[in-house]
């Protein structure tokens, strides 16, 4: 995403359809996101060594703070795992930097702790809860997991959580709800670009409410057996893991059981490139690039893109 240029054929309806002042600011948005994309690899440059030395160091707080999980045999690949490292410089955090390799950097002072979440909306037990109350209430488990993002780059990463299902049925929706509207932090003085006007923030997410409750759908609290480093979402983020990555919302403040399907934060601003559903499919080629092929953050290596990044046997009924 950070290499979005609109392509001329688009221009004309985006313009019919939005009023020109946000149009145009977006467009600047959206070209400034451009000049960002190079830089994403500075990590693999001459800098590296140094780079690598402060998240390091970043990294080693986090590590510390070990989550007790029990393994998922269920959940694992047969490519090898990304590197931690790799995995925590190159990330997508828009609400700090359209720059992946400084995202780490960028959240320095991001407090993740204390931290609440709100579960309400079509619920029969609306709820608040500390995160860290919330972990000890849930029972851990590590689950690896492949990982995919819509511009094509994947990595395997192991992480910790609890499945959503888990969460839903403490506060037992109602027969009326039928999606899950995720929504992320909102504090433009820690988290600079959400001082852009121009772009819908929150970050909002959603899945229908058979998503959420499907096996595979992750809350996700940790990180290759520690918490959650802020740069990967912390405290609480998802992962769903045969959609594509920009579902995944990173920093979970508040959960609402909806009747109506919410707008997710790409679809707002780029409704023709970003869909709701976003299943990994190698065969619906985005606008301006293929998805046939993948690759793996760290090695580079290629691999073909699965129907559902390879998890059918659990979701492919519910399409
Ligand atoms: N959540 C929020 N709040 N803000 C974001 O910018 N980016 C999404 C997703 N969740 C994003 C987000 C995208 S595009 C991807 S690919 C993944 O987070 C990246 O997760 P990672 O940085 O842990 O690899």
Sequence with gaps: MANIKIPKGWEIPENRITPESVYI???????????????????FGSSACAENKGVAKQL?????????????????VTRPETKEIVAATYNNFYEFTSSKSTVWKRVERFKTRPWEIEITGHVEKPMTVDVDDLI?????????????CVETWAMVVPWVGFPMKALLEKVQPKSSAKYVRMETFFDPDVASHQNDARLPWPYVEGLT???????????????????????????????????????????????ELTDKKPRNFWNVILPREYG?????????????WSQASEWMIGSMERYPTKIYNGYGEYVAHLY
Aim: net charge positive; no cysteine.
């Design 136 to 148: 000890k209430q849930m029972p851990l488990e590590e689950r690896i997991y492949r990982f995919r």
């Design 276 to 288: 709701f559903e976003a299943n990994v499919n190698p065969k619906v080629p985005h606008p301006r």
């Design 209 to 255: 409410l058979a998503e959420a409750m499907n096996e595979l759908t992750l809350m996700v609290v940790g990180i290759y057996g520690h918490i959650l480093p802020p740069q990967h979402g912390a405290p609480l983020r998802l992962i769903a893991p045969w959609k594509y990555g920009f579902k995944s919302i990173k920093s979970i403040t508040s959960i």
């Design 60 to 76: 080693e707080a986090y590590q510390k703070e070990k989550l007790s999980a029990v393994k998922n045999e269920n959940f694992t």
């Design 25 to 43: 600011n977006r467009r600047k948005f959206i070209k400034d996101l451009g000049i960002v994309g190079a830089g994403a690899l500075s990590l």
